[in-house]
C-alpha cells in the first residue's frame, strides 16, 4: 500500500463521544501534518510533526490532542468536540530537509460531523 | 490578510473555454507548488514552480511563477469537467508552509 491513509474516512459524534482520528504514510517521510478544511475557509495548518516531535501547534483548542508514535503514524484525538469544529479533517506527510521545498503528500481525509 | 491571496474564488465555465486563476502576495517565495483538490480527496500536487519567469506545462495547464517570485499564475486551455476542482496554491515561508484559500471551479459539459 502507498500513499497517505486516512482512517476512517466518515465519522458522525456527539459532543459527548470521545474518538480517534488515524493516518499512516508509506512515503518514508519525516513530517507528519493535519489540516482542517471547513467550507468557508481556506485549509488551516493544526499540529505539525517532525522527526516524530510535534514542530508546531496553531492555536488548537484542547480538545484536540494529536499524538505521532513513529514517522509513519499520526492519531488525532478527539473529545468534547463542539458543532464548529465538523469539518474535513485532512493528514499530510513530507519530507523535511535540505531546501525545505518539498512537496506534502495528502490522504482523503476524514469528513466529521458533530451532533 | 492572508499570506496567499487566490483569485477569483469561484468560476463556473462551460466546456472548451479557457481560463486562468491566480495566487498572489506581497511576499517573495523560493517556490511556489499547486495543488488540485477533486471532491470527497485531499489535495494533490500538480507542480513546482522554483525559477522567477518560470513556466511549467502539464497537458493542458500552463504554470507560470512571477519574475519577482511573489506571485503565479494557472492557465487551462479548453477546460473539460474532469478539470473541476479547487484549486490551490501553496508555499513555504519563513520555513511554514501556506496554501491561498483556493480557487473552485466548476467545468459544466
Known amino acids: 500500500e502507498t500513499g497517505v491513509t486516512q482512517t476512517p474516512r466518515h465519522l458522525v459524534m456527539g459532543m459527548t463521544n470521545k474518538k480517534s482520528l488515524k493516518c499512516e504514510q508509506h512515503l518514508g517521510h519525516n513530517a507528519m501534518y493535519w489540516y482542517k478544511q471547513s467550507a468557508k475557509k481556506p485549509l488551516e495548518l493544526m499540529f505539525v510533526y517532525s522527526l516524530e516531535e510535534r514542530v508546531e501547534n496553531n492555536s488548537v483548542p484542547s480538545r484536540f490532542s494529536p499524538e505521532c508514535p513513529n514517522s509513519s503514524h499520526l492519531f488525532l484525538h478527539l473529545h468534547t468536540l463542539q458543532p464548529e469544529d465538523s469539518a474535513l479533517y485532512l493528514c499530510a506527510s513530507s519530507h523535511v530537509g535540505g531546501n525545505g521545498n518539498q512537496p506534502q503528500h495528502f490522504g482523503d481525509g476524514t469528513r466529521l460531523s458533530i451532533l | 490578510t492572508q499570506l496567499l491571496e487566490q483569485s477569483p474564488q469561484f468560476l463556473s465555465i462551460q466546456e472548451g473555454e479557457n481560463l486562468t486563476v491566480y495566487c498572489n502576495s506581497s511576499?517573495?517565495?523560493?517556490?511556489l507548488q499547486w495543488y488540485r483538490q477533486e471532491p470527497g480527496e485531499g489535495p494533490v500536487l500538480l507542480v513546482t514552480v522554483v525559477t522567477g519567469g518560470e513556466v511549467k506545462k502539464l497537458k493542458r495547464l500552463t504554470f507560470q511563477f512571477g519574475d519577482a517570485r511573489k506571485d503565479s499564475s494557472l492557465h487551462i486551455t479548453a477546460a473539460q469537467p474532469g478539470d473541476t476542482g479547487l484549486y490551490l496554491c501553496?508555499?513555504?515561508?519563513?520555513?511554514?508552509?501556506?496554501f491561498g484559500s483556493g480557487t473552485k471551479l466548476n467545468v459544466k459539459p
Open positions: 511576499s517573495v517565495f523560493s517556490s
Open positions: 501553496a508555499a513555504f515561508y519563513f520555513n511554514k508552509f501556506y
